[in-house]
């Protein structure tokens, strides 16, 4: 079964707020990578952290990788029309010889103008 | 071009009919995947493939089945076995399991 956990399901905010979304994974990962699906799209790449404790920023993005490896957090700053999609983090499962990338359930974010 | 090209984007079957997904890339991949999305849903795993001849089955791999006898090829299947088989199809490839993946654009399969 799925062994990335994210939450919230759903986010709506209004123009201009922020948004984050949590990443939790049941086993310690090597890496954790987060995708952005625009709809009717396909899930593009966006980032991956690797480091225990790492951030990372594109522009209005915040990326953080926990202490422990198994949690993360995307966070964007005074969110824009452009921002809405699907948001997926991703973290490979079962190393590396006969692992997958398990991807979480995504956080599905609108943005009103 | 490099990518990764599914095809059909949309396809049409009646119900009991196997239909085969095509997926390739150019990338030079080892990793390719697929994964079904429902509307609103998540990725969910169906099979992957680390790399030639060999494929693991993934989360919901129950009437799905695929090959990997080219590097840049990994076909899937869906057979009538599958119960609910319309969803969103998207096929991805990576370097390896932990490195970035790129996906193809989907195909949307709808059965009736």
């Known amino acids: 079964g799925q062994q990335v956990m994210q939450i919230p399901q759903y986010q709506h905010v209004q123009e201009g707020e922020d948004f984050t979304t949590y990443c939790n994974s049941s086993?310690?990962?090597?890496?954790i990578q987060w995708y952005k699906q625009r709809p009717g799209g396909h899930p593009v790449f966006l980032i991956q952290l690797v480091k225990s404790g790492e951030v990372k920023k594109q522009k209005r993005l915040t990326f953080q990788f926990g202490e422990a490896k198994k949690n993360s957090s995307l966070h964007i700053t005074a969110t824009q029309t452009t921002d809405v999609g699907t948001y997926f983090c991703?973290?490979?499962?079962?190393?590396?010889?006969?692992?997958?990338?398990?991807f979480g359930q995504g956080t599905i974010l609108t943005v009103h103008p | 071009d490099g990518g990764i090209t599914q095809s059909p984007k949309y396809l049409f079957r009646k119900e009991g009919q196997n239909v085969t997904l095509s997926c390739e890339q150019n990338l030079n991949h080892d990793a390719m995947y697929w994964y079904r999305q429902d509307p609103g849903q998540g990725l969910r795993l169906i099979y992957y493939s680390q790399i030639v001849n060999d494929f693991q089955k993934g989360d919901i791999a129950e009437g799905y089945s695929v090959s990997r006898e080219k590097k840049e090829s990994f076909p899937l299947t869906v057979t009538s076995a599958q119960k609910n088989p319309t969803a969103f199809y998207l096929c991805a490839s990576s370097m390896a399991v932990y490195t970035e993946a790129f996906f193809g654009q989907g195909t949307r399969l709808t059965v009736v």
């Open positions: 991703a973290g490979p499962i079962g190393g590396t010889s006969y692992g997958k990338l398990t």
């Open positions: 086993t310690t990962l090597s890496n």
